[in-house]
Structures are given as structure tokens and as C-alpha cells.
């Protein structure tokens, strides 16, 4: 036997053992692919698919500190702690709103839900100097939408005007659990009827609810809304009526009047005999503009006036210093037959 012999017969004994050893050696699966988040595009940004589902979802909110100062945002008669004089002083707040959404499809058309929750820290001046609400919690099937929302007497036809404080003379109730159908004709004509249950006082006394029916019409000129309320604790009814008009691109303007039974200006008062009618006397009216400045800046007016002589005109400029983040300098001035007063807030607010 020679060397070359010797040698190719260890180098064929080591391939041998090798083989040998890779048929007893465990075998490693492969990874399955990680399934990524995936946006979804079908009711706007934001939203992504929920994995494992077809159901869409969206998170947001804001961050909100707001400033308030003299007769109407201010806190007044405040006591001195050294000398128990009489001040005057900020009204602070800040607020975080979380709100999400959810999208899906099916046979029985969209499925949606909404909810809203706020959480506030307001001064120590407050009663409650922490709290947190639930604003908006409803799900809406096609057009049949039931569960916590702002009552739709108020949000059908439009908040009045693109201004913080919009309630000097009040234009609708906020908050109820309701049961509502929207109907959309697709061509700018829209409709809806509401069962509504009220809140505190106003809540209904009995398995008849109040109701609420509205109906608009929507162009690219602006656009008219009507809408009619009955209340079922104290048979009253209560109506408004609003035009839009976008009068340009950067200018758009804005008039609502509202009419109601139970005129008795002391209602507001006393609590109210009417949920829906909450201003003074018979009837009321509001108006307003907004101007787009640039990209950045925007103008906003609101005036109101009602049967029982409450004024209120309010003006503000809201400015966004980034996307997501706009502060908002805004003055208000009110005049009752029994007082008047100026104030204003400062608002900062980031939107995410």
C-alpha cells in the first residue's frame, strides 16, 4: 500500500462518517412569513386591517390645553389667600380625546363604529378638577346608527360656526343615546329620523322618546338643512333652518334660525320645558363666516342673537404653526338683560 492509496482511503472513510451523521441531524422548519400590518385605503388614511380580520381600524385624537381669561373664560371673585380680597384669575384645562374606528363590509352593507373618550385636568377652581366622559360610543350598520352621540337636532344641520365658544345662545343638546336612520340619495339630498332619549332632566319619563327628522340638500355652492324636534316629556316641538354658502374658495358663510314652543324666556333658567330649545323665548338666530388666509391661517366669525335678548359675537384666528399642531386666539363678547362681559381663550391643540 503506498501513500496515495492510504490517503483516498481516509478521505473516503471521513466523507462516510460525515454522511452518516447528516442523515441523523434534525431538520430546522422554516420560519413562516410575518404578517405585517396592512393599511387599508377604503374609508380614508389612517386606518389599517385588524390581522387575522377584515375589519379596518383607526386611532386618534388630541392633546388640547386651553387658556381661559376675563367675564366669560376667566374665573371671577376668587379668594385671596393672604388678605381674602377678591381676584380674578385663568380658567386652565387640558384635555387628551382618544377616539378610534372601525370599518368592515358586509352583505347587509358598512359596518361602522365610533367612540370618543375625554379625559380633563382642569384648575383647582373647578368642582371637579379631574374627569373624563364618554362622548361617542355607536355603531352604525348601513344607515341605521344606535348607541351614544350628539343629539341629531344639532349635529344634522352643523355646529354654529368654526369658533371654540358657539353657546353664548344655545343652538341644541349634546349628549343622548339615540336610535337613527340616514338615508343618502347619493345626488346631495339626504334625510334622517332620530329616537332620542335625552339626558339628565330632559331624559324621557316613559317609553315614548323624542324625536328628531331632518333634511338636506348639498352642492358645491353650499347648501340648505332643515330639521324638527318633538319633545315627548313636555309635547313641545322645535325647528331650525340653515343655508351655506361657499362664496368663493377661501370664503365661506353661514345662517341658521331656530323657532320653538314653550317661549317662556325664564325655561333656560329654570331647566327648561323643551330638550331641543335651549335659548331664551320663542326664537333665535345665528350667523357666521370662516376665511381660508393661506394654507396656514384662518379667520372665523360667529354672531347670535335670541328672543330673550341674549347677544353673543365671537371672532378668532386659528393658526397651524405644523401639521397636527394649530393654536387658536379667540375673543367672545355676550350681553344679556342682566350682564355683559368679554373674555377670550387661548387654545393649543395637537391632532394625531
Not at 430546522?28 to 396592512?38: L, W
Not at 370662516?290 to 347670535?304: I, R
Request: with cysteine.
Amino acid at each position: 500500500m503506498n501513500i496515495k492509496s492510504l490517503l483516498l482511503g481516509s478521505a473516503a472513510a471521513l466523507f462516510a462518517v460525515s454522511g452518516a451523521r447528516a442523515a441523523d441531524a434534525v431538520v430546522v422548519a422554516e420560519p413562516e412569513p410575518a404578517e405585517y400590518v396592512k393599511i387599508c385605503d377604503v374609508y380614508g388614511t389612517g386606518y389599517f386591517y385588524i390581522p387575522g380580520t377584515e375589519t379596518c381600524l383607526r386611532i386618534g385624537g388630541y392633546v388640547r390645553y386651553d387658556i381661559g381669561v376675563g367675564d366669560r373664560e376667566g374665573h371671577q371673585d376668587v379668594t385671596d389667600l393672604r388678605d381674602g380680597s377678591l381676584n380674578d384669575t385663568y380658567h386652565k384645562q387640558a384635555r387628551l380625546s382618544l377616539r378610534t374606528w372601525t370599518g368592515s363590509e358586509t352583505e347587509l352593507g358598512t359596518l361602522k363604529t365610533y367612540t370618543e373618550t375625554r379625559f380633563n385636568f382642569r384648575d383647582g377652581h373647578d368642582t371637579n378638577q379631574s374627569t373624563w366622559s364618554l362622548n361617542f360610543a355607536w355603531i352604525q350598520l348601513g344607515g341605521l346608527r344606535v348607541g351614544k352621540d350628539e343629539s341629531v337636532f344639532t349635529t344634522f344641520t352643523g355646529y354654529a360656526g368654526n369658533v371654540i365658544d358657539d353657546t353664548i345662545v344655545g343652538y341644541g343638546p349634546f349628549d343622548t343615546n339615540l336610535i337613527s336612520y340616514y338615508f343618502d340619495a347619493g345626488n346631495g339630498f339626504s334625510a334622517v329620523v332620530s329616537l332620542e332619549e335625552g339626558a339628565g332632566v330632559d331624559s324621557i319619563d316613559s317609553y315614548v322618546p323624542h324625536v328628531v327628522v331632518g333634511a338636506k340638500y348639498t352642492q358645491g355652492w353650499g347648501g340648505i338643512s332643515a330639521v324638527g324636534a318633538y319633545d315627548s316629556n313636555w309635547e313641545e316641538f322645535t325647528g331650525k333652518v340653515r343655508l351655506d354658502v361657499n362664496a368663493s374658495e377661501q370664503l365661506s358663510l353661514f345662517v341658521m334660525g331656530g323657532w320653538g314652543t314653550s317661549d317662556d324666556v325664564t325655561d333656560l333658567l329654570n331647566g327648561g320645558q323643551n330638550f331641543y330649545k335651549n335659548w331664551g323665548g320663542d326664537w333665535a338666530i345665528w350667523g357666521g363666516a370662516s376665511y381660508q388666509v393661506n394654507e396656514k391661517t384662518a379667520l372665523n366669525l360667529q354672531a347670535s342673537y335670541d328672543d330673550a335678548e341674549t347677544l353673543g359675537v365671537v371672532a378668532n384666528v386659528a393658526y397651524t404653526v405644523v401639521p397636527g399642531f394649530t393654536v387658536t386666539a379667540e375673543v367672545d363678547y355676550y350681553d344679556t338683560p342682566v350682564d355683559d362681559g368679554i373674555g377670550g381663550i387661548l387654545r393649543f391643540q395637537r391632532s394625531f
